[in-house]
């Protein structure tokens, strides 16, 4: 989930080079919500911002279906309330290594 085109395509072309398949990508919160809740997915990725509209609400609807996630933001973790302060935050800009591993302990805290 990014609203900027060129960093969402980007971050598949780094996905894919991962070895990663991608499902999909959304850049608006209404389309967010629907692909997370009827999509069949192992893992999202989500912006905290998409045009000035926090991500939070589709956050929900994955921890509802146990799909683990992380979140990206160019603030950091900073921009994260405390109902998902447990989840994985990479800040913006990031090196592909720092999402892999990023990626790695969103799942093993989502296995706990």
């Known amino acids: 989930m990014e609203d ?3 960093i969402a395509l980007h971050l598949a072309d780094v ?5 990663h398949r991608i499902a999909g990508t959304v850049d608006n919160l209404d389309e967010a919500i629907v692909f997370a809740r ?9 912006d905290i ?8 609400p589709v956050a929900e609807v994955l921890t509802q279906r146990g799909i683990p996630f992380l979140f990206v933001s160019g603030y950091g ?4 309330v405390d109902t998902y302060r447990h989840i994985t935050t990479l800040a913006k800009p990031y090196a592909p290594q720092e999402l892999e591993r990023a990626i790695a302990a969103s799942f093993a805290t989502s296995s706990r």
């Open 4 to 6: 900027e085109f060129l």
């Open 15 to 19: 996905l894919v080079e991962m070895g």
């Open 38 to 46: 009827d999509e069949q997915i192992d893992f999202a990725i989500l």
């Open 49 to 56: 911002n998409l045009a000035g509209t926090q991500s939070f």
């Open 77 to 80: 973790s900073d921009g994260v």
